[in-house]
């Protein structure tokens, strides 16, 4: 096959955003009580979506609030200081603008409004054909639905599209959409839940290389 569709995921794979979510869970919480959790705290807890998030704070921190002011809170403070401190990965900007003669779209488990800020704000939206968040489609990440849609759009078959994530949600969604997958283990989680991924890489500039293994 000759891969013409790359999917990215987007925080821990693109972009490090770990400090500016911490920020909005800790803002989220506080009035409740809550203690204020790290940045490494965060990233054992982000990956299913922002809801998703919110509950597993409540159950983390024991506090009697309600989810959906948490989450509410969280995304007021969130779309406000979104890029604070949010930074590229190295390499992923050189290597988009490698894959020139690919389709690319980044499918994330963070709002579709969000992730398109983000990716405009860190000037990587000129590189993507399309960017799927968690309220594009009826599914999410580890669902095939929203891959299954990219490459619709994009006219790609499964064994024309790969995926690259650093999540065993990401692997999991390729799987099930049928396509190869690539996982990167810098992102944010550890390299035992990336074992099943078809290729696995320490950067993402090692994407180039690897893309022959699948024609």
Known sequence: MTVKLIIFDLDGTLVDSSIDICNAINYAVEAYGGKPITAQETISLVGEGITRLMEKVIEREGISADRDILTERFLDYYSAHLIDNTTVYPGVIETLKKLNNHKKAVISNKREILSKRTLNDLGISEYLDLVVGSD?????????????????????????TVIVGDS?????????????????????????????????????????GILGRFE
């Open 136 to 160: 594009t489609t009826a599914g999410r990440k580890p669902s095939p639905v929203p891959l299954l849609y990219a490459m619709e759009k994009l006219g790609a078959t499964p064994d024309e």
């Open 168 to 208: 065993n949600y990401d692997i999991e969604a390729g799987k099930a959409a049928g396509i190869k997958t690539v996982a990167v283990t810098y992102g944010y989680r550890p390299l035992e839940l990336l074992k099943g991924a078809d290729v696995i890489i320490n950067r993402m500039d090692e994407l180039i």
